[in-house]
């Protein structure tokens, strides 16, 4: 695991102090600093608060945070460009002997830079041009010190293999979202069955919300932190051509998994308005209760809020005749506990009990901390638009990144958990693959197993058949 991310500390603004290495204000524009933090600077001196030289290293917190909020007004491969173009220059790496004695300094410092890049922004590394960058720069100093070539070939190799892990993860995602797709089911008639149920592939709740926590920590590990900014790049005011990213939205896994968590609301609701029978439904209801609860205990709650939400979907809500034979006592806990009002006030109680469960935590499974996504994206949609990317004098509003800094580190690292529950393949099959009604489906099986009440519905049912 990067060591970068070994701790959430490191990314609250009070994690590092920059200002222990202002010597002297930049010549453009330079740091700005309040009550010892960084708080503005124009984007040249960011860039280069961020290159180490012969006795100089950002702190990790820095590099995080500014690499995590630079993409919004430079593309990585520019970036990693301009910082070698430094390098060079302020190294004196054109010339035609080297100062070894001073690169033997500078070189670790460098590596490790372009180690910690590697580490947390694969995704970056894609880009053939990025690679083209960091090979460039390590054949620079390597005459000096053979190790350096050594250390490249491990930098490349880790980075080879993270990103063959993540693309075949995203492979999977993609192959598992193109068999989906044929299977969304709107019946003009409720037919016998359309799959198994549920109940047959796991009738315990402890199991099923174990294998829902699986599904949830594998798409979460696709998630690089650099999309949670991709996911709102607008342009930059001060570039009137083009945004950054302006080819491609990089945020193919942000998507994916939010598609995954209205997936699991659609299976819940198609469970529970499939069986003929009012007492195979309320036992369907009653069961999904039992597996939200679990998944409440061991802090999914992201499969958590699917859960309520496909049973709180009108062709489930208004089962009445269903719903009067369940005991409700422990829906309306849960529910009171993803209760939405004073911007959910009771979840978020929940989220940073569990977070502080996770930072003290001895085993895999008190570490697991899964935040209920949309309200994640939310809050980083809200602290986006509600602050400025930059000031009026043009400098980068740095105050707002570490904010943004510290929701995404969070996320990082409850993102980087093991799952310490053994793997089902038939259940996480049955998740990823088992039709689901379309919403017309599941208001026709909803008709067929309780009628319509009143004019509204019984309109609706005549136009669905």
Known sequence: MPQTLSSTSMFTPCGFSPHLHTSKEDEQGGLIFQDGNLTSA?????????????????????????????RLFIEPHELLSRVCHKCIEQQRLDDPVLDKARIRKFGPKILQLLTEWTETFPYDFQEER???????????????????????NQLLQTLNQKLATLSHGQEGIVKISAAVSDKLVAFKSKPPSI??????VCSDPYTLAQQLTHVELERLSHIGPEEFVQ???????????????????KTSNLEAYVKWFNRLCYLVATEICMPAKKKQRAQVIEFFIDVARECFNIGNFNSLMA?????????????????????????????????????????RTALRGAAHRSLTAHSNR????????????????????????????????????????KQVGEFITWKQVECPFEQDPNIIHYLHTAPIFTEDGLYLASYESESPENQT?????????
């Open 42 to 70: 124009s984007l040249d001196a960011l860039i280069q608060h961020l290159i180490p030289t012969t006795d100089y290293y950002p702190e990790k917190a820095y590099i995080f945070t500014f690499l995590l909020s630079s």
């Open 130 to 152: 990025m690679i083209g960058h960091l090979k460039d720069m390590i054949h620079r100093i390597a005459p000096c010190d053979e190790a350096y070539w050594k250390k490249m």
């Open 195 to 200: 799959q198994r149920e549920i109940l047959s």
């Open 231 to 249: 996911a709102f790049v607008h342009k930059d005011p001060l570039d009137g051509t083009k945004t950054c990213f302006s080819e491609q939205k």
């Open 307 to 347: 859960i309520i939400s496909g049973m709180n979907m009108s062709p489930v809500s208004r089962l009445k005749k269903t719903w009067s034979k369940v005991k409700t006592a422990k829906f309306f806990i849960l529910e009171h506990q993803m209760d939405p009002t004073g911007n959910f006030y009771n979840y």
């Open 366 to 405: 008190e570490k697991i901390v899964i935040p209920f996504f949309s309200l994640l994206i939310k809050d980083i949609y809200f602290l986006n638009e509600g602050c400025a990317n930059r000031l009026p004098n043009g400098h980068v509003n740095f105050e707002k990144f570490l904010e943004l800094a």
């Open 457 to 465: 519905e019984k309109d609706r049912w005549k136009s669905l058949r």
